[in-house]
């Protein structure tokens, strides 16, 4: 459906699909260029809107999912069990065994995992099965003050310090028909430096020489930054990262795999809200908006929002300027605050605030919190068109059951 910008009701997500392509393609070419055998899965948890899944799926990235619920999604949207990178502590035990029996790439996390891969590599001994395993080891002393973590260990896949890696390894190498084949690094930083996929190369090139493996894939995981001013862009990276691993691996043997999330979509999505009330309480103007902190911090975890201003009227010689301004989100609670506007012209119903970089952990994360999931659009130059329908009573309801 074709909808025009200015007639549509606020507030909503869109996704600039142009910017969508100029991130995947830059993705694509810096890996291509890098590190010719490569594979993107693309991370489902960051943002799962069905339209988003089947575009990359189209671009032929494989579907990255940490649950059964997500595994059924990509299922559901067309990914085979071959096109599936099954991550995270929680998997399900019968898509584990559909993901495994297919080929597609399981990245072990725990021994009850390996225990399902026993029971299941047991019962059809004809069978050969290749695995990954998720490798938990401590990047903060290769990059202090970098990870998410910090100090304190990661609580993902098997840790290389305390030698559960290596006996999960050892588990894994006396079964007679499986073998390790595939090296899963991911670690959250908060810096998502170039330094820090250097570094986790450099582990990728430590474990396979400690440990002599011989590996088909490493993959690097997520947690690249993308759109993000003075940050690196993923043509930073893969140069580094190609550095690092041809000390130890080849293209034609081993294959690069990176799982982005954020770094894709960021930089393509906004979301639009609008001022509906100003109201001024002991000398503090609230300014009061039908988006809410809830739809683009909903962890409440940013300290300042990327955004522009659309007046509704001529504001420059008329309207007077105001020290602080609070915008405010539309919910009941009080910390649903997003930022102070400071020393700028006086905002009025029907200006509109639109949020910048918003496209991660925002929509996959959204509470269904006094207001349903707002509408989500996809831009292409001036047309938009709705991808997902403002939820309404009907959504919400769905799958309830109240004839008493
Ligand atoms: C969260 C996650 C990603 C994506 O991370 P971004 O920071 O959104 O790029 C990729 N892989 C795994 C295993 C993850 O947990």
């Known amino acids: 459906m074709a909808v025009n910008a200015e007639k549509i009701q606020t507030p909503y997500f869109v996704i600039d699909e142009p910017i969508l392509q100029r991130y ?3 993705l694509a070419e810096s890996l291509s260029s890098n590190w010719e055998n490569y594979l993107i899965g693309y991370s489902f948890k960051t943002n799962s809107l069905p339209w988003l899944v089947s575009y990359v799926k189209e671009k032929g990235a494989y579907a990255e999912v940490v649950s ?4 059924s999604l990509a299922k559901y949207m067309g990914y085979r069990d071959d096109e599936i990178i099954y991550n995270g502590p929680y998997k399900g035990k019968q898509s584990f065994c559909d993901v495994l029996l297919a080929g597609g790439i399981i990245n072990l996390d725990s021994m009850q ?3 399902w891969l026993t029971e299941f590599a047991a019962a059809h001994p004809d069978r050969t099965f290749e695995v990954g395993i998720r490798a938990n080891f401590n990047l903060e002393k290769m990059c202090p003050g970098e990870t998410t973590m910090g100090e304190v260990s990661g609580r993902f896949g098997f840790c290389y310090e305390t030698g559960r890696f290596a006996d999960a390894l050892n588990i894994l190498r006396a079964l007679p028909n499986v073998s390790v084949t595939g090296l899963h690094l991911h670690s959250s930083s908060k810096s998502r430096s170039v330094n820090v996929f250097r570094s986790i190369a450099q582990m990728a090139c430590q474990l396979k020489t400690e440990f002599d493996l011989t590996l088909k894939y490493i993959d690097l995981g997520g ?7 003075g940050r690196p862009e993923y043509p930073d990276y ?11 691996f080849t293209p034609d043997k081993t294959r690069l795999v990176v799982e982005p999330g954020i770094s894709l979509i960021s930089k393509c999505t906004t979301f639009v809200t609008k001022v509906f009330d100003t109201r001024d309480i002991k000398g503090t103007r609230y300014v009061m908006t039908d988006g809410s902190r809830f739809n683009i911090d ?16 001529d504001h420059d010689a008329v309207r007077p300027v105001i020290s602080q301004q609070i915008i405010s ?9 997003l930022f102070t506007y400071t020393n700028q012209h006086e ?4 200006d509109r605030i639109i949020y910048e970089n918003v496209g991660g952990y925002t929509m996959s994360l959204n509470p269904l919190f006094i207001q349903y999931f707002p509408a989500v659009y996809v831009q292409n130059g001036d047309h938009m068109r709705m991808v997902r329908k403002k939820w309404t009573p009907a959504e919400y309801v769905q799958g309830n059951e109240w004839n008493l």
């Open 24 to 26: 995947y393609d830059m």
């Open 68 to 71: 059964e619920d997500e595994y």
């Open 113 to 115: 995992e390996i225990g």
């Open 223 to 229: 947690g690249y930054c993308g759109g993000m001013k």
């Open 238 to 248: 893969f140069p580094v990262v190609a550095e690092e691993l041809h000390k130890c």
């Open 298 to 313: 909903p962890t409440m975890i940013k300290s300042s929002h990327l955004f522009h201003v659309e007046y509704s009227t």
């Open 329 to 337: 989100g539309f919910t009941c609670m009080e910390v649903d605050r």
């Open 347 to 350: 905002l009025v119903p029907g």
